[in-house]
């Protein structure tokens, strides 16, 4: 199979649903290999880390934008994304990244520690009790997505009542960073976005009127202070990123992490005695089976890259789960083993664009993964869980489990030694 044809392989449903065979096929043509004109897919673990990081590659910008979706401006989804940190290049994305640092510092994050296990133990309290009657339950609509959305909606200001709804908007504008999306699930796409930012439109009036101690005033505070420092599309766009990617990932991490965890029982039991290893397991389930898969840069110079030369002009489709993967990096890759030696993967990117909410998604998945072992030792699938069609951001549709007989455990305090920040 040539490179081509695995990425036709790769974009398909089937390929989404399960991309590490297809990325085995891409990696045999070498880590760097030219798919189609114009467009290179990266494989390599060495090689995808170095074209993160590397000034000559960036994001799309509005120019090349305009030459691949002319009409882009008239989507609300993509325009959205298009003025977000998240697909800016420096000096605006340093500028924008700059203002929303502070809320995600080590600092920040660690003092956070006792609050999300207090609410970790909360919602698995109120899971327990829905699944008193031995039904199965949906952990990821139970536990997996309350809590990242419930932290980051706590950073952001946003009031508990409102929290239930952003997680059909957020799947619905998510579709526009697959690398292909239908006419139809653009539009799916631009209703979940309007509906997100008309929601941050009434709370920026929300929070003019009655200034809080959260992030979304202080990013008001700045825009009505200086507008360019932060304009009012850019305002409204990062807010609406910060909220999306502050529990997408995390919860398909934790999704995706249990089914490793039950499908491997000793490494769970070995959790379960040690919470202290939990940092460790962390690493290696976002290495193992990422929350993202791909990003992709384009280079406005002449690169070379693991033995290949980019032109200026080209995109590269950095598979950061393929990465993960790379036996030159990882002895036995497909082989989940959380006692490996600084797994380092490349889940949450590097360079520039490092997703800024790493450390808080560590540090739910450190506490999360030993509380819901420590107190459902006999957790089980009911059934065979179903992936969702994305390869971007992975992650199941649902994911129905029985608790058994829960466990008398102690809750008083955090499990598990201090968030692990690689």
Do not use: K
Not at 44 to 50: A, F, I, K, L, S
Request: glycine share 8%; aromatic share 6%; charged share 25%.
């Amino acid at each position: 199979m040539d490179a081509a044809e695995a990425m036709t392989l790769l974009m398909s449903p089937q390929g989404r649903i399960d991309p590490y065979p297809t990325y085995e096929r891409l990696r045999a043509h070498g880590p760097v290999v030219q798919a189609m004109p114009g467009l290179y897919v990266v494989t390599g673990y060495p090689e995808v880390d170095e074209l993160l990081r590397d000034p000559r590659l960036g994001v799309l910008d509005d120019e090349r934008r305009d030459e691949v979706w002319p009409n882009w401006r008239a989507s609300p989804a993509v325009s959205s994304i298009a003025r977000s940190m998240l697909r800016t290049n420096p000096p605006d994305h340093s500028r924008m990244r700059r203002l929303a640092s502070g809320a995600f510092s080590p600092r920040r994050v660690a003092g956070m520690r006792d609050v999300v296990h207090a609410q970790a133990v909360e919602l698995l309290d109120a899971m327990v009790a829905r699944a008193s009657d031995g039904e199965p339950v949906d952990v990821l609509a139970d536990f997996a997505y309350p809590l990242p959305v419930g932290v980051i909606c706590a950073l952001l200001g946003v009031p508990a009542a409102d929290r239930p709804m952003f997680r059909r908007w957020a799947g619905d504008l998510t579709g526009v960073l697959e690398p292909e999306i239908t006419a139809e699930e653009l539009a799916v796409a631009d209703a979940g976005a309007t509906e997100l930012r008309d929601y941050f439109v009434e709370l920026v009036v929300d929070r003019r009127r009655a200034p809080a101690d959260d992030l979304t005033t202080a990013l008001v505070q700045v825009h009505d202070a200086d507008g360019d420092r932060l304009t009012g599309a850019e305002l409204l766009a990062n807010l609406m990123v910060l909220l999306v990617a502050g529990f997408e990932t995390t919860t398909n991490l934790l999704g995706n992490g249990l089914v490793v965890l039950l499908g491997h029982p000793e490494a769970a039991a070995a959790l379960r005695a040690d919470p202290d290893l939990a940092p460790a397991y962390v690493e290696e389930l976002l290495r193992f089976d990422s929350p993202v898969q791909l990003t992709t840069r384009i280079s406005t110079a002449p690169v070379r890259c693991g033995g290949v030369d980019l032109p200026a002009g080209s995109a590269a489709l950095l598979l950061l789960g393929a990465a993960n993967r790379d036996p030159r990096r990882f002895a036995d890759p497909q082989r989940f083993d959380p006692t490996r030696d600084q797994a380092h993967p490349l889940s949450f990117g590097a360079g520039p664009h490092y997703c800024l909410g790493a450390g808080l998604a560590r540090l739910e998945a450190q506490l999360a993964f030993p509380l819901l072992l420590r107190r459902l030792p006999e957790l089980a699938l009911a059934g065979t869980p179903r992936h969702r069609t994305r390869l971007t951001l992975r992650g199941y549709q649902s994911l129905p489990v029985t608790l058994g007989t829960p466990a008398v455990v102690d809750r008083g305090t955090p499990a598990g030694a201090p968030p692990s920040t690689p």
